[in-house]
């Protein structure tokens, strides 16, 4: 497990800052690396950059904790259940009742794991603007503390890093709580005269005002926020895959992700491969495209069922047209299991899949459908058929890694587009 650890973390680092970001989004939320082995190693090679990885670190862990307070705010308590031990669960319930948002700065900052509070956040109803106010104090604390030391202190910082960080951490930390007893007893005893719940509420209330003012949907504004956060990552991370693959020709991680594959090939892995990546041939996606459309049509939604074929349709004349842009050639025929033509980069089975499923998805919450499972099936197997085609070796995994993202940036721009000019009118 170790061993398997390291790799990612060696993958990880390969990336430099988009390795970084993701590394920090994922931990946030359900994955078990820090993005600390990341962050310092990256901060020792170039000090002058330390403070803008320290930034691009915390904004990527709160955009990640965002993520998880969603997950706990949309699937409960048994979602936190599966996760982790129910003696945990009720330690951080605990804390949440006894020290609200800073039970949230002190996880952010100290050794404590942040994912839980993240989750847990969304499942103990803990008020949005909080949260995420203190996650950004406790996540900046953390990186920034990291990264400027080493700005100031260089190569030595990393001896001090790894003996005394997580005891100075733990020790601030029990310094705000001591901070946030005393203002709890000054505050019982009326010694704090500052009328501070008047402020809170001032400043909710313009922050509710704004929101309402300028959010250009109506009760499901939370789409909007997601849409752009998705979008711009997204587009970062095509942009540096592109950097990568054509400007600098660093196929570094390609090749070794297409060892790992070759090293785990076999015959029943390579029979679900081929079975799963039919799916997403031409023929199939016609098929679904159909069934969908007549589907929403006998639902009366003529005009998204149209939306839908549209965007499908479009989504594959987009795949082709970078595909003759870039102009990149498949991995070599020795390599593949199956017959494939034309250019790599990026994947049409991974871009067309994921946008259908991402517009399906968005569709079905429209129209609340409950079952939860079927939206993930269809979200998982989009992303198994662009894991297909890299395992079957028609295409290298940067190409499905592109393939995604262009999806995603495809799907939630015309989603915003549709919610906001084709809606207005009803079906």
Not at 272 to 284: C, R, S
Not at 388 to 411: C, M, N, P, Q
């Amino acid at each position: 497990m170790q061993q398997i650890l390291q790799h990612l973390v060696n993958i990880f680092q390969s990336y430099g800052i988009l390795g970084l970001i993701v590394l920090a989004f994922a931990e946030s939320s359900f994955f078990p690396i820090p993005p600390d082995v990341v962050l310092i190693p990256m901060c020792l090679m170039d000090k002058s950059m330390s403070l803008i990885y320290a930034l691009s670190t915390t904004l990527s862990s709160v955009a990640g904790g965002v993520f998880g307070y969603y997950i706990g705010k949309r699937f409960g308590k048994p979602i936190l259940k599966k996760l982790f031990k129910e003696d945990k669960i009720d330690k951080v319930g605990y804390y949440f009742d006894k020290y609200g948002g800073w039970s949230i700065v002190i996880a952010g900052f100290t050794p404590i794991p942040y994912k839980i509070f993240t989750i847990a956040a969304g499942v103990f109803n803990v008020n949005f603007i909080t949260f995420v106010t203190a996650s950004l104090i406790g996540r900046g604390m953390r990186f920034f503390l990291e990264g400027i030391l080493i700005f100031y202190m260089g190569d030595s910082a990393k001896y001090f890093i790894t003996n005394y960080f997580e005891y100075i951490t733990i020790g601030v930390a029990l310094l705000l709580i001591v901070f946030y007893g005393l203002f709890r007893y000054l505050k019982k005893k009326n010694l704090l005269k500052l009328n501070l719940a008047v402020y809170k509420n001032k400043i909710y209330s313009k922050l509710n005002y704004f929101h309402k003012k300028y959010r250009i949907v109506d009760q499901t504004a939370f789409y909007v926020y997601t849409s752009i956060v998705l979008s711009f990552f997204s587009l970062f991370v095509f942009l540096e895959l592109t950097e990568d693959n054509f400007i600098h020709k660093d196929y570094s991680l390609d090749i070794y992700i297409l060892q790992l594959v070759l090293s785990i090939r076999n015959n029943v892995l390579t029979k679900i491969f081929k079975g799963i990546t039919v799916l997403g041939n031409y023929e199939w996606i016609i098929a679904f495209t159909v069934l969908v459309m007549a589907l929403m049509i006998r639902d009366n939604r003529k005009k998204f069922s149209a939306f839908f074929g549209l965007n499908i349709t479009l989504v594959w004349l987009f795949n082709e047209l970078l595909k003759v842009l870039f102009k990149r050639p498949r991995p070599d025929l020795i390599y593949r299991l199956v017959d494939a033509r034309g250019y790599s980069y990026p994947s049409g089975h991974a871009m067309i899949s994921l946008t259908f499923a991402l517009i399906l998805v968005y569709y079905l919450n429209e129209r609340d459908f409950k079952y939860i499972s079927i939206k993930f099936t269809v979200i998982i197997l989009a992303l198994i058929i662009g894991i297909s085609r890299i395992y079957l070796g028609v295409h290298y995994f940067t190409d499905v890694l592109a393939g995604w993202s262009v999806a995603i940036i495809y799907s939630t721009t015309s989603i915003l587009i549709y919610k906001n000019v084709l809606s207005k009118e009803r079906e």
